[in-house]
């Protein structure tokens, strides 16, 4: 079965600081695909970032990075130049590629407050 | 805007009561996810299905269904509900085969 962890309940930031969310997974597929989540409090959940699992390059999206380290099953979300407007919840997400349903794993999530 | 749309965007029940939160998938996505977010439970995979067919089920209660129709667009029915339902749903769509999932903003249901 596959598993998300989000160890980091709650995370702050000076603004224009960069920050990095941890997220480890558990899974004995070879082939699933991570990404993560925004979700601010107006509740809308908004993609983000996507890392395939044969990607060699770790993937970008503007000021977000994905630090994808497979062989410690790590894909933490760095957030360079932190703005006011990425104060949300994070959500981490791993979807097995095998088995054709493409059924999401969402850990628990991260609180981030950027402070001015 | 992701392009999915939720209706409605609230609802306020009573105890026992049967709902029917509806979704409209993206233009052109044939996939539709039903996800329900509790502060207790976090965001729990619920239905999935494709083009008409149901295609995964994950931790749907017995009192809910859902079903999607020949225009895509999808129903999630909820019954008997108990206050233990409330909680903020959601549709999310994609394209078989993508990465991403794009999800609508969320049904918010309160079950007094």
């Known amino acids: 079965a596959q598993k998300i962890t989000q160890t980091q309940p709650g995370m702050f930031v000076q603004e224009k600081e960069a920050v990095t969310l941890d997220c480890t997974y558990d899974t004995s597929d070879q082939s699933y695909g991570l990404f993560w989540y925004k979700q601010p409090s107006s509740g809308e959940m908004i993609f983000l970032i996507y890392?395939?699992?044969?990607?060699?390059q770790n993937a970008t999206e503007g000021r977000y990075s994905l630090n994808f380290q497979k062989a410690r099953k790590s894909a933490n979300l760095v957030i360079s130049a932190s703005q006011l407007g990425d104060s949300a919840m994070y959500f981490c997400a791993m979807r097995d590629l095998e088995g054709g349903s493409y059924i999401p794993t969402f850990g628990r999530g991260t609180s981030l407050i950027v402070h001015p | 805007d992701s392009g999915v749309t939720q209706t409605p965007k609230h609802l306020i029940t009573a105890t026992g009561q049967r709902v029917t939160l509806r979704c409209s998938p993206r233009?052109?996505?044939?996939?539709v996810y039903w996800y329900q977010q509790s502060l207790d439970q976090g965001l729990q995979f619920l239905i999935q299905?494709?083009?008409?067919?149901?295609?995964a089920k994950g931790n749907i209660l017995e009192r809910f269904s859902a079903q999607q129709f020949p225009d895509l667009h999808s129903e999630l029915n909820l019954s008997s509900l108990e206050l233990g339902d409330s909680a903020l749903y959601f549709c999310?769509?994609?394209?078989?085969?993508?990465?991403?999932?794009?999800f609508g903003p969320g049904t918010r249901l309160t079950v007094t």
């Open positions: 299905y494709y083009n008409g067919e149901e295609r």
């Open positions: 999310a769509s994609s394209v078989e085969g993508e990465a991403e999932q794009y």
């Open positions: 890392q395939g699992s044969y990607d060699e």
């Open positions: 233009s052109g996505d044939l996939s």
